[in-house]
């Protein structure tokens, strides 16, 4: 056998044993039908932690800190949107409802350690900013004041723990079930609780996975115009927006740069309101430098 042909045919029996060997071990080579070429669908999905831990709808606000190298490290998603107030009229143009809506829809993400849902009311012009800290540092992202379109809408933010650590979960527990805005929501308790644990999925199961959910919920995925980009304090992993009938529903996934993190963010109403919040409340850049 000629020398050249010796040498390709070794080269194809490796080729073949390799690939072989990766099937036995029990891995996919990816298909054309996924990115990954993984089924995440009977993969479990739980937040393990001790003590054990269910998390609260701290609407009111919530904060999480990771120790890394032995410091903490704070994570706070702080946000808001506030509607038309005159406070000498005593009138409103919104409510905001304490609501678990992504639970009460089958959608709610698997691992969350921290987060809140509410549905706010509005009926004019609100105010949102977007606001975080991240990793104990405030940084690239700073919108203030910004203009939201009348229309009701249902939001939704999370925290996932991606690595089993030491974590300390700070959530203002509200003496009601919503605001007018007149008055301030007001809190009965700052809970603080210390813990040690994680997902016991990857981070892309939990993603597929609620993407099942939601297309089974009968929301079909939409093209998404403008899609959130890496910036100095997050990496976005997925972002995209589905609808059914006249609903909208935008679900992005974040990483935490510079903790073992990541962010969820879920908005429901209808197209105009959907696309402008995700734009206001997304961790990543758009029109941004």
Known sequence: MDK????AVLIISVVVVLTLGYYISGNQLPSKDSSDGVDYSTVTCTL???????HANAWTGWSVRELV??????????????????????TSSGYLHAEN???EMGILPECTLAGSAVFFENNDIARGMYYPVVAGNRGEIKRQDIELPAGNVYFAHYVIPTKNTT???????????????LMSGGISERRRTELTGACTCPIEAVIAQLDEAIKAEGFEER???????????????SAKLYRRGGDYLYVEFSEVKGMDLVRVLMIMGDEETVKAYAEAFTAGSIGEG
């Open 48 to 54: 393990e932690t001790e003590p054990g831990f269910t």
């Open 4 to 7: 050249n042909v010796k040498v």
């Open 223 to 237: 093209i998404l115009d403008k899609k959130p980009t890496e910036n100095e304090y997050f990496r976005p992993l």
């Open 69 to 90: 190298d032995n410091r903490m490290m704070e994570f706070s998603d702080f946000l808001e949107f506030v509607p038309k107030v005159s406070l000498s009229e005593g």
């Open 167 to 181: 974590w300390e979960v700070t959530e203002n527990l509200a003496n009601s079930n919503g605001t007018d805005f």
């Open 101 to 103: 809506w992504p639970a």
